[in-house]
């Protein structure tokens, strides 16, 4: 069965340091896709990046990168020179090549930048 | 460029309420999803639709009704509404990366 899951209810960092989000991901697709997205205190949700599972480049977006680690099921969210705008809930999520409809996503992580 | 609408953008029912909320999107896409957001939470799968006149029950289905008669919208329906239930109802598309209406809050007295 699908599922994704991000261990880490919160975290906090100082405004201009670099800041990691975990996520792990169950299937038993050989071929899948994961996604980063950002809920900001408004309630609106964007799409930030993708990394496809065929793909051993880890994908890059702005200052947005991932940390992709297949045999752990782990994409992890790195965002570099943090700013205040980035705080927000993260939420990482997965999509399966034969269920190509179905999209899961992961609890979230709350980012908190402190200036 | 292209936007998700839904409507109403807040709706107030009474317990056991039939209740029906409308998504319609103008990016032509082809897959639309319903999802369910409580507060502090994260995002849970109703239904989804990867073409006119099709749905597919998400993890949270039961207690929901879902119909797809036109590509471009994509309703939702709480069958008999929960007392004190609050929730976003956000609705999305799809061709690669997904998006997002701004979502109907739902309050149930």
């Known amino acids: 069965a699908q599922k994704v899951t991000q261990t880490q209810t919160s975290i906090s960092v100082v405004e201009k340091t670099t800041v990691t989000m975990d996520c792990v991901y169950e299937t038993r697709d050989s071929s899948y896709f994961l996604f980063w997205y950002k809920q900001t205190a408004s309630g609106e949700i964007v799409f930030l990046i993708r990394q496809d599972s065929y793909k051993k480049e880890n994908a890059t977006v702005g200052h947005y ?26 939420f990482c999520a997965m999509r399966e090549f034969y269920n190509q409809g179905k999209l899961i996503f992961g609890q979230g992580t709350k980012l908190s930048i402190k200036p | 460029g292209g936007i998700i609408t839904q409507t109403p953008k807040f709706l ?19 897959t639309m999803y319903w999802y369910r ?13 990867i073409t006119e006149n099709d749905l597919q029950k998400g993890d949270l289905s039961e207690g929901y009704d879902a119909s797809r008669e036109k590509k471009s919208s994509f309703s939702l329906t709480v069958t008999s509404a929960q007392k004190n239930e609050m929730a976003v109802f956000l609705c999305a598309s799809r061709y690669a990366e997904q998006f997002f209406g701004p979502g109907t809050r739902l309050t149930v007295l």
């Not at chain 2, 995002?43 to 989804?48: A, F, K, M, P, Q």
Request: with cysteine.
């Open chain 2, 12 to 30: 107030i029912g009474q317990e056991g309420q039939k209740l029906t909320l409308k998504c319609q999107q103008n990016f032509n896409h082809d």
């Open chain 1, 65 to 90: 990168s991932l940390n992709f680690q297949k045999p752990k099921s782990s994409i992890g969210l790195i965002i570099t020179a943090t700013q205040i705008e980035d705080s927000a809930v993260y």
């Open chain 2, 37 to 49: 957001q409580d507060s502090g939470k994260g995002l849970r799968l109703i239904y989804y639709s």
